[in-house]
Each structure stands twice: as structure tokens, then as C-alpha cells.
């Protein structure tokens, strides 16, 4: 059992039935969002390039992972204070990230990987010399754009367990969305890396 008394105090009231329909909803309207608007590009003279945001997304997935493991290491030193400010953070961060996920798919539409003369097309000559990176590319995709895209009611149910201080079922979901979220993180980063090159 968890002693109650160690952890911060709740700041919002308890209401599972209030939460759920909440957390459904959010997670409904930015998964929407993101499958509706990566399909459209905004043809739009911008003074920068738009894969700027591409970029901001890598450091802010960075900096996640990062705030990610000193939560963890918080919760092992029992300094549960500081555990709550990191995530609150992360969450702020994440909730940026989201909109400049959106920023950058309106903006600058989409990149083929392997595509070295920007044409829109992936030759077999260009598929030849990317070689199994493109595999391996695909295989951290397949994984990443999933993940990505359930962990945002595991992250919201998380950190209302958290804030109503329901820390028994906070832990044990914290234990999924944790390894998931930190996942998404770092393949995000690698998946920018990877994909950067091609970006005209």
C-alpha cells in the first residue's frame, strides 16, 4: 500500500465518471485533428522554412524523454514534489509539441523517406542507395505513429489519478504509460533524424 501521506495533496476533485467522458472526448478532437489536417497543406509563402517545426518537435521529444527518466528517478528518491512539477511539465511540453506537429504537416506536407532528389517519388535507384535504413525506418514508423496516437489517454488518465490522489491506480498505470511515452520520445527524435535529410 501506498502511504497517503507522503504525496502531494490532491488539487482536483474525484470524479471518474466527470474524467472519462473529459479525457474521451480531448483525446477524440486531437486524434481527429491530426488525421484530418495531415492530409491538407496550406500553400502558404512563408519566410521560413517549415520544417522548423520538425525540428522544435525533435527537441521537445528530447527534452521529454529527459523529463521522462528524472521523473522516474524522482519517484526512486521518493521526492514525489518534484516528480509532480516534471510531469506537469512534460505534459505542458507534449501539449506544444501538438500543435506544432499540426504546424508542421499544414505547412510543409509530406516527405518520402529515401527521396534524395525531392521529387515526390522514390525511385528503385533511391530506394538502392538508402538500402535496409529505409527497413529499419519503416519498422520504428509502424511502431511510433500507434503509440503515438494512444498514448495521449493513458497520459490524461495518468496524471488525473495523480491529481486526484488515486495513487494506487496512478502506479499501476503508470507503469504502461510510462514505457510507452518514453518510447514514443526517443523514436521520435530518431524518426527526425532519419527522415531529415530528405526535408527540401
Same mark, same amino acid.
Given at each position: 500500500?501506498?502511504?497517503?501521506?507522503?504525496?502531494?495533496?490532491?488539487?482536483?476533485?474525484?470524479?471518474?465518471? &466527470? @474524467?472519462?467522458?473529459?479525457?474521451?472526448?480531448?483525446?477524440?478532437?486531437?486524434? @481527429? &485533428?491530426?488525421?484530418?489536417?495531415?492530409?491538407? *497543406?496550406?500553400?502558404? *509563402?512563408?519566410?521560413?522554412?517549415?520544417?522548423?517545426? @520538425?525540428?522544435?518537435? &525533435?527537441?521537445?521529444?528530447?527534452?521529454?524523454?529527459?523529463?521522462?527518466? &528524472? @521523473?522516474?528517478?524522482?519517484? %526512486?528518491?521518493?521526492?514525489?514534489?518534484?516528480?509532480?512539477?516534471?510531469?506537469?511539465?512534460?505534459?505542458?511540453?507534449?501539449?506544444?509539441?501538438?500543435?506544432? =506537429?499540426?504546424?508542421?504537416?499544414?505547412?510543409?506536407?509530406? /516527405?518520402?523517406?529515401?527521396?534524395?532528389?525531392?521529387?515526390?517519388?522514390?525511385?528503385?535507384?533511391?530506394?538502392?542507395?538508402?538500402?535496409?535504413? %529505409?527497413?529499419? +525506418?519503416?519498422?520504428?514508423?509502424?511502431?511510433?505513429?500507434? $503509440?503515438?496516437?494512444?498514448? $495521449?489517454?493513458?497520459?490524461?488518465?495518468?496524471?488525473?489519478?495523480?491529481?486526484?490522489?488515486?495513487?494506487? %491506480?496512478?502506479?499501476?498505470?503508470?507503469?504502461? /504509460?510510462?514505457?510507452?511515452?518514453? +518510447?514514443?520520445?526517443?523514436?521520435?527524435?530518431?524518426? +527526425?533524424?532519419?527522415?531529415?535529410?530528405? =526535408? /527540401?
Amino acid at each position: 500500500m501506498i502511504n497517503q501521506n507522503l504525496f502531494p495533496k490532491p488539487v482536483i476533485t474525484k470524479s471518474d465518471r &466527470a @474524467a472519462k467522458a473529459f479525457i474521451i472526448i480531448i483525446s477524440i478532437i486531437v486524434f @481527429a &485533428a491530426i488525421a484530418l489536417l495531415s492530409r491538407v *497543406q496550406l500553400k502558404i *509563402q512563408l519566410p521560413f522554412n517549415p520544417h522548423v517545426f @520538425a525540428g522544435f518537435n &525533435a527537441m521537445v521529444n528530447s527534452i521529454v524523454a529527459l523529463l521522462l527518466l &528524472a @521523473a522516474l528517478w524522482s519517484i %526512486r528518491q521518493k521526492n514525489y514534489q518534484r516528480h509532480k512539477r516534471i510531469m506537469l511539465i512534460a505534459i505542458l511540453l507534449s501539449i506544444l509539441f501538438l500543435l506544432s =506537429y499540426i504546424a508542421h504537416h499544414l505547412l510543409a506536407g509530406e /516527405t518520402k523517406f529515401g527521396d534524395l532528389d525531392h521529387n515526390g517519388i522514390v525511385s528503385d535507384a533511391e530506394k538502392g542507395l538508402v538500402g535496409n535504413v %529505409r527497413i529499419i +525506418y519503416f519498422i520504428l514508423l509502424l511502431t511510433h505513429i500507434p $503509440l503515438a496516437a494512444i498514448i $495521449l489517454p493513458f497520459i490524461l488518465f495518468t496524471a488525473y489519478r495523480a491529481l486526484s490522489g488515486d495513487y494506487e %491506480r496512478h502506479k499501476k498505470l503508470a507503469r504502461i /504509460t510510462w514505457p510507452i511515452w518514453f +518510447y514514443v520520445a526517443v523514436s521520435g527524435v530518431v524518426i +527526425y533524424l532519419m527522415i531529415q535529410p530528405y =526535408y /527540401t
